[in-house]
Protein backbone atom coordinates (compact mmCIF):
# COMPACT_ATOMS: atom_id res chain seq x y z
CA UNK A 1 0.00 0.00 0.00
CA UNK A 2 1.68 3.24 -1.11
CA UNK A 3 1.36 5.89 1.69
CA UNK A 4 0.07 9.24 0.71
CA UNK A 5 1.66 12.79 1.83
CA UNK A 6 0.08 13.66 5.09
CA UNK A 7 -1.12 17.10 3.51
CA UNK A 8 -2.83 15.56 1.08
CA UNK A 9 -4.25 13.58 4.06
CA UNK A 10 -4.88 16.80 5.67
CA UNK A 11 -6.75 17.90 2.65
CA UNK A 12 -9.06 15.12 2.30
CA UNK A 13 -9.76 16.00 5.83
CA UNK A 14 -11.20 19.31 5.43
CA UNK A 15 -13.35 17.89 2.79
CA UNK A 16 -14.81 15.21 4.77
CA UNK A 17 -15.32 16.51 8.25
CA UNK A 18 -18.78 18.05 7.30
CA UNK A 19 -19.26 19.45 10.66
CA UNK A 20 -16.72 22.94 11.91
CA UNK A 21 -13.13 21.29 12.54
CA UNK A 22 -12.82 20.92 16.65
CA UNK A 23 -11.25 23.48 17.68
CA UNK A 24 -8.94 21.63 19.71
CA UNK A 25 -7.70 19.26 16.38
CA UNK A 26 -7.52 22.80 14.41
CA UNK A 27 -3.98 23.98 14.83
CA UNK A 28 -2.59 20.26 14.40
CA UNK A 29 -4.77 19.81 11.03
CA UNK A 30 -3.34 23.03 10.28
CA UNK A 31 0.17 22.02 11.06
CA UNK A 32 -0.08 18.58 9.19
CA UNK A 33 -1.13 21.29 5.78
CA UNK A 34 2.77 21.67 5.50
CA UNK A 35 3.64 17.89 6.35
CA UNK A 36 5.04 15.50 3.77
CA UNK A 37 6.28 12.88 5.81
CA UNK A 38 6.01 11.64 9.45
CA UNK A 39 10.09 12.26 9.28
CA UNK A 40 9.53 15.73 9.15
CA UNK A 41 8.64 18.34 11.50
CA UNK A 42 6.65 21.59 12.39
CA UNK A 43 8.45 24.03 14.00
CA UNK A 44 10.05 21.81 17.11
CA UNK A 45 7.05 19.11 16.82
CA UNK A 46 7.67 16.16 14.94
CA UNK A 47 5.16 15.16 12.44
CA UNK A 48 4.59 12.24 14.27
CA UNK A 49 3.41 13.90 17.95
CA UNK A 50 1.22 16.81 15.60
CA UNK A 51 -0.38 13.36 14.13
CA UNK A 52 -1.32 11.97 17.74
CA UNK A 53 -2.36 15.43 19.19
CA UNK A 54 -4.99 15.68 16.00
CA UNK A 55 -6.01 11.80 16.64
CA UNK A 56 -6.30 13.02 20.22
CA UNK A 57 -8.27 15.68 19.24
CA UNK A 58 -10.38 14.33 16.70
CA UNK A 59 -12.76 12.61 18.53
CA UNK A 60 -15.80 14.36 17.21
CA UNK A 61 -15.27 13.31 13.92
CA UNK A 62 -17.37 10.20 13.09
CA UNK A 63 -17.69 8.15 9.98
CA UNK A 64 -16.92 6.37 7.15
CA UNK A 65 -14.58 8.74 6.26
CA UNK A 66 -13.08 9.35 9.49
CA UNK A 67 -12.94 5.57 10.40
CA UNK A 68 -10.68 4.84 7.31
CA UNK A 69 -8.71 8.18 7.43
CA UNK A 70 -8.25 7.73 11.22
CA UNK A 71 -6.62 4.17 10.46
CA UNK A 72 -4.27 5.56 7.74
CA UNK A 73 -2.79 7.95 10.68
CA UNK A 74 -2.39 5.60 12.76
CA UNK A 75 -0.67 3.18 10.34
CA UNK A 76 1.43 6.07 9.63
CA UNK A 77 2.76 6.87 13.33
CA UNK A 78 3.64 2.82 13.96
Do not use: C
Not at 51 to 62: E, G, H, K, Q, V
Amino acid sequence: METRPIHTIAAEIEDTWQEKVNYAARPYLDAMHSLINVNDKFGLDSARSVIMYFLSNASTWRGDDARRIKKELNRLIK
